[in-house]
């Protein structure tokens, strides 16, 4: 047990064992057991970011054990075809035909997610997991509809909108499942609240990435706090480096140097799945608040310098519910 953990430990933090494909390959063989076939038959589940990537083999992930998956995603016809691209994948490993939804929403616009919320809430009685997966490293600054930077609206603002929007249905559902797929980018980042739009500082694609990233795994703790009674359990996580078109479209000359190393989307996705299916005191509510990769709870800092400045939560949580308007107690 102590060998294990030990190496764990060391693939983790020598960083390129743990967030390669020898991650998974390698941790399967002492990490917790699957979820149960079948354990989400009958549940509803909320995937973001479902046309591409890790969202769309979370989409598959949940949909193989039972779920009906709402797919959220920015545009009708890339959802139609990952969905298509999740139908015809099941049907070849011979799993019964999935429950899968469609449904455009984008969510760095704070008015769709509001709509969205709205619809969902009347077509829906209970969410059993919402999954974050929604991600952007634009070459660019550029603004939403409602004049915020677009990174931090994606990863931040509408996901915080999504889960306050969704609190009741997920509450309905007596066990339910926040994740929030963040990345180990963040840990290059303090959390630092201060000008979260970056409109006063030099921006950059990657540096607003790992800010809104680190930005994230805060949030899931606060959430996770404020949630813990209405038993919606809420996890940050990073997938590792996976082969995806956000790495290989966003950082290609990273995908290059990596792609012999590079895990699959599902093996990226593993443990997104395993956090919104699987029933282990851990999941449900014992380390409500942890940030995971390979199915274990890790550190949320790399280095002791990385620690989190004193006042800096309690300021974004400020930042971001003036941002979008509503008042989570
Ligand atoms: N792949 C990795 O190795 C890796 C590592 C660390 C973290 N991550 C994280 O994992 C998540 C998924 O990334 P990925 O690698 O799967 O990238 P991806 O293939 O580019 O997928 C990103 C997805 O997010 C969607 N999206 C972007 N902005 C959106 C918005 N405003 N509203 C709704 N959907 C939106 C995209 O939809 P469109 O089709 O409309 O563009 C796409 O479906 C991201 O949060 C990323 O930061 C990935």
Known sequence: MR???????????????????????VRRAWWPDDPEPGVLAGRHTVVTGASSGLGTATVAGLARLGATVHMVGRRQATLDEAADRVRAQLSAEGTPAPDLVTEVCDVSDLDAVRRYAADLGGTT??????VHS??????????????????YATHVLGPFLLTSMLRPLLRADGDARVVWVSSGGMYTRSLDASDPEAKDREWSGTDAYARTKRMQVA?????????????VAVHSMHPGWADT????????????????????AEQGADTVVWLAA???ASVTGGCSGAFWSDRHPR????????????GERARLWAAVTDAVGVKPH
């Not at 929604?134 to 990174?151: M, Y």
């Not at 949030?219 to 038993?231: E, I």
């Open 219 to 231: 949030l899931a703790q606060m959430w996770a706090d404020r949630l813990r009674t209405d038993h």
């Open 245 to 264: 078109p956000g790495i290989t479209d966003a950082l290609p000359a990273f995908a290059r140097l990596t792609a012999p190393i590079l895990r699959t």
């Open 278 to 280: 699987a029933r282990p």
């Open 299 to 310: 550190s949320t800092s790399f280095l002791p310098v990385r620690r989190e400045p004193p």
């Open 125 to 130: 009685d209970a969410v059993h997991a919402l």
């Open 3 to 25: 060998l294990t953990t030990t190496l764990d430990w060391l693939m983790d933090k020598t960083v390129v064992p743990g967030y390669s494909r020898l991650g998974p390959a």
């Open 134 to 151: 929604a991600g952007v490293l634009p070459p660019e600054r550029t603004e939403t509809r409602q004049g915020h930077e677009l990174v």
